[in-house]
């Protein structure tokens, strides 16, 4: 499957993707309003930076408890009730005078929510396309993702000068509530992918399953830590720069559309494994010209030329998927979009820490210097597991 034409003719695909491109949206603008509300409320970069990627951080106790459920629940129900959920959750933010703890508690309870619509959608989407179609619509619904960012960081930061941060998380709320209804009606009632009963034992022996391979190792390594540490760049936009918070996001989600189309719609499969240590690169190298604190619209460049480098979860997810039996794919993909997300929030901690303590340039700065260390650690030791893989072969 090589055209969006035949992507978009498959059964159930549209319906999906339309509820994932409406909860996108949910998404940026109700993470941007609550951002604002925290920072306007607190004048803190740490406590904005945890509102925004703050549900992030409960992600990795849904992978160690929950994940199991991902293989064992109808995937329409639960999609559908997550959205739900997730509505409920946001219009309980915009409650006026809700303390900033309760407001953190939602947080949490987001993100255990959250845990589980990673392994779920990551699964049916193998599920509904066949074997040589899953990196071109992963891609597409990451491009779409890119895009519901560009239009809802933009539209997010137009509406927060003409309307309240709340009136904004109840306009999210009302998008989450629109996916949940687009997810119901349109895909069709199909059973779980696998049998038994969700326990959090078998989440921990899936997991060490999982963990297990060395292949499958690095490819979720390569996934949560080098991105993981710039999403933590991008939590002190706000902080760095607060009339411009929107403008930096939205630039951000266009360079990781134009990774994302190159990756997914133009690169040969067969060159696509190569792409992960360079894109990796490219993704955290702009960052480090932080330290001269550049302004609009220089920084908006440097975010839009980094971003692009987000196009190596890609070839990435298609390299964990080969290695991986099609009865554990959603399991798997839980725990990659977990650990993923939890090293998101944890880098997003680390960063409003340290800028607190320094400057949200500097901070940006650190982190990014330290994605590249990890980028540069990890391809050495794919070269040594390519090496082992030869010799073994040859003996």
Same mark, same amino acid.
């Given at each position: 499957?090589?055209?969006? !034409? ?33 920072y ?5 970069p740490?406590?904005s ?22 293989? !064992? ?9 997550i ?34 619509g ?12 066949p ?6 619509? !992963?891609?597409?619904f ?8 560009i239009?809802?960081?933009?539209t ?82 706000v ?53 001269l ?69 500097t ?15 990890l ?15 040859? !003996?």
């Amino acid at each position: 499957m090589r055209s969006y !034409r035949e992507l978009f003719r498959t059964p159930e695909f549209t319906p999906f993707f339309l509820g994932s491109a409406a909860q996108g949206a949910a998404l940026t603008i109700g993470g941007l309003a609550l951002a604002t509300l925290v920072y306007r409320a607190t004048d803190s970069p740490l406590l904005s930076a945890i509102s925004m990627f703050g549900p992030q951080l409960a992600q990795m106790l849904g992978a160690t408890f929950l994940l199991s459920a991902a293989d !064992r629940l109808p995937p329409r129900a639960a999609l559908s009730g997550i959205a739900l959920a997730f509505a409920l959750c946001t219009a309980v933010q915009a409650l006026p005078g809700l303390p900033l703890g309760a407001a953190f508690a939602v947080v949490f309870v987001q993100g255990l929510i959250s845990s589980l619509g990673g392994g779920v959608s990551g699964g049916l989407l193998n599920e509904i396309l066949p074997k040589g179609g899953f990196v071109l619509g !992963r891609s597409v619904f990451n491009m779409v993702f890119g895009l519901v960012q560009i239009v809802g960081f933009a539209t997010g930061g137009a509406l927060l000068a003409v309307l309240s941060p709340r009136a904004c998380l109840l306009l999210s709320a009302a998008l989450y509530a629109t996916a949940s209804l687009v997810l119901r009606l349109g895909l069709t009632p199909r059973p779980a992918r696998a049998t038994g009963r969700p326990s959090v034992a078998e989440t921990w022996r899936t997991n060490a399953l999982l963990w297990s391979s060395r292949p499958r190792r690095l490819a979720y390594l390569g996934m949560w830590l080098p991105n993981g540490l710039i999403v933590g760049c991008e939590s002190l936009y706000v902080s760095y720069d607060p009339g411009a918070a929107g403008a930096l996001f939205a630039c951000a989600a266009l360079g990781m559309f134009a990774g994302d189309l190159t990756v997914g719609r133009l690169v040969p499969p067969a060159l696509r494994p190569r792409l992960p240590i360079p894109l990796l690169t490219l993704l955290a190298t702009p960052y480090l010209l932080f330290a001269l604190h550049p302004p609009l619209p220089w920084s908006a460049l440097v975010v839009c030329v980094a971003s692009v480098g987000f196009g190596a979860t890609l070839a990435q997810q298609e390299r964990l998927m080969s290695v991986t039996p099609d009865e554990l794919a959603g399991h798997a993909q839980g725990l990659r979009g977990a650990g993923m997300l939890t090293m998101q929030g944890l880098a997003a901690a680390l960063a409003g820490t340290l800028a607190q303590l320094t400057t949200p340039a500097t901070a940006m700065t650190c982190l990014a210097l330290t994605s590249l260390t990890i980028t540069l650690t990890l391809a050495t030791a794919h070269r040594r597991s390519g090496e082992e893989a030869t010799a073994t072969a040859t !003996r």
